[in-house]
Each structure stands twice: as C-alpha cells, then as structure tokens.
C-alpha cells in the first residue's frame, strides 16, 4: 500500500478516528497493530506471517534476556540476532546466492531464486536486532523497555516493528528511542503544524520532485545511454541524485508527519546531506537511522577507531559494504557500500595527516567534490549491471560530438529546483532572505499543495521498498 | 498557518483552473512518454464522443499518426494492446473497428495504468476539472517556456537524444540488443495464455457489435523474422485464423528504416501511417 493512494488515505482517516475515540484510549496501541498489519498485508497477505515470526523472535529473546533465569542471557542475545540475520539472509539474500553459487536448473538454486522479497525485511529485521542488542547491553535500560507482563511486551514490540508509518521504509528505529514513548496519547496534544508541513513536504518530494524525475532518469538505463551526448548523460545522474533523495527523504518526512499525529516521535532521517563538505558530514547527514545503527551495532562492535589506524579503516570499509548490501541483493550495492568505506577510509588517512584550511572557497570545492563522488556511486544502484556502470562512463568520456537534448536536460533541472532550493534554504538559513521566507512560510507550503495536487508524477513505488 | 496555506493553495487551485479552462482548454505539454500515455487514455475516457476507429498497440504504434477526425491512436509506450483494449471495454459505447498491433503480443498487461486512471475521486475531478488532467503541469509549463526561450537564445533546433548518424556504433549496440531479444523463443505457456487473453477481448468486442482487425508493425529487416516474432505470427494465426479474423498485411519490412531496431523513423511512421489508413478504410 502506498502513501500516496487512496486506500492508504481511507485506511489512515479511520485509524485516526478511532484511536482518539476516549473510550478507545486503552486500546490505541491495539488499533495501531491492526491498522499497520492491514497496511502491510494489503498487497500480499502471506507475508505478514514472516513480520509475525520476526516480532515472536524479537519479543521472546528480549523477554528471556531481561526476565529469564537462565545465565546464558548472552547466547539468548546472539541467538536472536542470528534469527533475524537468517530470515534476512534467505528471504533477501537468497536469490543473489542462489544466481552466483548454483545452477538456476537445480532444486536448491531453483528455491532459492524464487525466494519472494518481502517488502520492508531490511528495516523491521534491523529493529528486531536493535531490541535484542539493547536489552541485553543494559539491565536498567532492559527494564524500561520490555514490560514485565509479557502480554504487554508482546504487544509493544508488534507495535515497534510494525507501526505503519516506518514500517516498509524506514526511519529504522531504534528500541531505546522508541518504547519510553508508548503509552495513551491525547488529542489536544497532536502537534499539528509540525505535522503537517512534514507531511506536506513529503508528499511534495515524492510525488512532484521523485515521481517526475523518474520519467526523466529513465534514459539512464542500458542500451539508451549509449547514444545520449555527455552533458545530458551527465544532467541525467544529477537528476538521479535529487530523484533519490526526494523519494527518500520525502517517505521519511511522510512518516515522521503521520507518527506525529499518533503522538509519536521520529528523529530525522535525512539533515540537508548534498551540503556535505567531507564523506563523514555525508553519513551524518544520509539516512541517518541507518548510519547511526551501522556506528551502533556493527562499527563500534568491531572496534571503532579504538583498535589502530588500519583496524579503523578495515573497519569503516566492511561496515559500509555491509551497509551496502543491506540495500540490495546485487553485488553493484557491496561494491556501491566499498567505495563510500574507502572514501571515509582515505578521508580519515588524510585529515590525520593534513591540515586543510577552511574557507569559502575551499569548503565549496570539498563539497563541489563530495557531491559529485556520491552522484556517481548512485549509478550503481540504477545500473546493477557492471559492465553497463562502466559503459556508462565511457559514453560520458566519449559521446561530446552528439546534440544536446535541452528539451530533456531542461525537464530534469526544473524538476531538480526544489532539491537544490532545500538544501540553500538550510545553507542560508541565518540569512534575512530566508529569515523573511520563514515569516510567509505559507506561502511555500501553499504552492507545493498546489503543486501535489496538480503536478505529480505517475505513481511509482518508493525506490526504498525494494530494499 | 495551516488555515492559511490551504486557503491560498484553493486559491492557486481556482487561478489555476480557470486560466487552463478560459485561456488554453486545448493546449497541453507533454514531456515525455508516460505523460503521453496518460493523456491520450484521459482524452479517451473523457470524450462524449466514441471515434469510429482506434487503434491499440505499443510505443510501436504510437508513432502511427492517421490525419482522419474518425481515428484514434489509443496506443501506449511501454504497454500492450491489451491495456487499450481493457480501457475501450470500459466504455458504454465502443467504436465500429479496433486495430490492434499484434507486435508485442507477449508483454504483460498493467492493470495499475488503467486502475490509477479509473481511481475516484480523482476520475471524477478529472473529468470535471480540465486543469488536473495529464499535459497541464505547471512545471512543464515553466521548463516548455525555458526550452522555448534558450533555443531562441541558441538559435539552433532542438536535438532528439537519438542521433540518425551515429558513426560509433552505439545505434549497433542496440540494434544488437534488440536482434538478441528477438532471438528467444518466448515461453510456449506465456505466449498461450496472452492469445488467450486477446482473445477473450476480442470476442467481447465482437459481441458488442465491433470488428477487430490485426496489423504487424514493421521492423527492422534482420529482426523481422528471427524466432520470438514468428512465434507471435504463428500464435495469432492458429487463435485468429486468417480465414475468419481480418488481417492488415506487413509490408516488406526491408523498406523501411528504424530509429533503434523497432521504432520507425517518423518519416517511416509517416508512411506507414497511410499504408495503415488505407487499407483499415478498405477492410469490411
């Protein structure tokens, strides 16, 4: 089911009357669990199954941890998080195994490339570790978070990892931020603006910035890109890049402005990423709920930076190769995950070493620079295929003496605008100019209603889902 | 702020309506092929007026531009014919003759272009409120005025992405691409099931009183006749024998020239167009 459907609208409407219903305030987190398992099975029934089993996992081992006797609270822990590894890996990871290891003609390899992808595994299977992970780390912290009635921790973790706003696509949230929030939640608390202009901007970069571009990037795709000239192959990728941020960030601020609703709160995922100036401001920036759970639960773990300079950089290398994978079942998103581990990697070799100065100048060709090396490193999440990555390139380096499609570059960077004015907004947010656009923030919000309800794209999935 | 902002967004939504309503009913800009797509269905469904003829195909087909007020290209880049036929069905009134490209019988049918078009509330304002429909975008508005003003600029024309000479062999390459699809054989159950399919259209249009008539695009002449369109060619005559379903023959396609290995030229398209004219006028 999709945010901008109406389905989604009714299931939403009558979600948000009943749950403020005062006599139904015991029951509000009971109305969340029905209306998200609604929300998830709309499209395929049988996959809430495997959402039920991961949340049986997550609730049983976070209970055994905190309230069981037995000593071994440790390997009750790993256990945990090994489950919810295994279902990612066969559910996600089989097909890719199952096309590099095996024949397609034999049974296993027949199995396993025909395992079906169940939307939003990568984020509720997340969630589950980062339960786990945190009840087992801390007592007192274990105690705040899994209740002592086992009814009621059952029912707050389904709530956790199926709550719908985040549910397919993030933010990934973690249990420490997360379970001190439930509890009854009252109408007259609803933060209603803050709401809104998160749900207005969301619905306005997915569906009037991400859902036009898509209809534009598409000619990046192999063998059209063979006989477009360079400048145009070059717009293409920028267009790709804003393409890509909007249709996230865009779910992200969906989700926030719909949490906020039920009185819940989210962090922000996404922090004005394109004004980066280093790869390590970019990860602070980018999804955040996911970079913050990789430094969490997989870098810190392996080491940090608290084991030498070549362990740190090992460490930064595989922890974005996995963070790569999570992404997608393809070898293009190990290798994507690589070339963010070894920008950081190097960054950090060369900040220990060097002094840069900063000044306007400098700091705008960093960013000019980091920008540029994460729009081409998108390229491998349009183009799985490597040889067409490469192809690519070589028809930038070469296709100069073809026209210029100004009719398709033109589309792609009036599309692009709202991006590139986001992030200025945020760059010269100190300024009176924006300081006075703060003042009639009215009227920016007014035009992109207008523009939702006149201009979106055709309708197309989060590129998020398919992770 | 909230009262506000939906005040002035009703505000631009009236503004916006009556300029598109009083000022340019007829104008539309369409950027690319999904848009087009979308509001060649939207001109469809929302006519008062059933045109006699339409045809239903691929992006194939879209390029047949028949300069008669009795027909209508209802063919859709990146779609079959089924789609086209699914969206004529829905209509009370069907036209006398449909004529359906049989080229890529074995795409899959996308019920979500025609359910997203048949959504209400939004059909219903759609059909009501010319300024929602496909073509009246604002920002294609804003980007049509910045294309028109920097080619006035740059007093060149503007550039297809697709170059006619290309001397690097990129043209090739997908031709190349193309020949290879054409050489699998598609799947015997696939290819079953879509005749199927077509014909259960088929015979539903029938029964309402229209006659169906076949036509094969031509393509380019080393693809014409590898494996996956004779299997096509082979599927249609066994569900459609000739001797009971009208057929519109393929011309040589040795004389005619392709954009990419499928897509004619449109000076080819335009030809071909007339070809097509004639002979949908001639058959009974």
Redesign the interface.
Known sequence: MLFNS?SFVYLFLVTFLLYYIPRLAKLQVSILIVASLIFYSFDNVALVGLLLFSATVNITTSYLIVYGKSPAKKTIALTGVVINLAALALFKYGPLFGKTFFDPDDSIGELLIKMPLPIGISFFTFEGISLVVDVWRGKELGRKIVALSIFDHAKNTLFFISFFPHLVAGPILKAHDFFPQVGTKYFKDIQ??SA?KAI?AGYFLKM?VAD?LK??T??IE???F????SA?LITLLFGYSCQIFADFAGYSLIAIGLARLFGYQFNANFNFPYISTSFKEFWKRWHISLSTFLMEYLYYPLGGNRKGKFRTYFNLILTMILGGLWHGAAWSYAVWGFAHGLALAVERFITDKIQIRSNVIINATKGLFVFSYVTAAWVLFKLPDFSHVAGYFQ?IA??FD???????N??IL??SIPVIIYHHLYLYRESRAVQSIRRV???P???M???I???S???GSFIYFQF | ??K??????A???VM?ALLISELAPAYEII?????YN?AAAEKFIYSERTPNNVLVGSSLSQRIKIEDQEFFNLSFSGLSSLDGLRLILQRETLPKKVLVETNLLTREEDP?FTE?LE????RFAREHVL??REG?????W??YL??KY??ALFATK??????KN?T?G??E??VA?EKARHSIAPDPQLITEKALRLKQYVNELKDRGTEVVFYEMPVNEDLCDLILPKTIRQQMHETFPPDQYTYIPQPDCSGYQTSDGVHLTADEAERYSKYLHEYARASR
């Open positions: 109406f209603w603006e809104f207005v009037v036009n209809d534009f598409f000619w192999y063998p059209y063979e006989t477009i000239a145009t028809s070469r296709n073809i026209g210029i499609d100004r009719s398709l033109i589309s009036v599309y923030q009215y009227i919000y007014a035009v209603v207008f523009l309800l006149t201009n794209g055709s309708t | 702020m909230i506000k902002t939906l005040i002035l967004a505000l631009f939504l916006h950027r690319h092929q999904w848009q979308r979500r997203a959504e209400q509330p939004l300024s929602l009246r975008h604002p920002m294609d804003f980007a910045a294309e920097t080619n503007p550039v297809s992405s697709f170059v290309d690097r990129g043209l390459k997908i691409a």
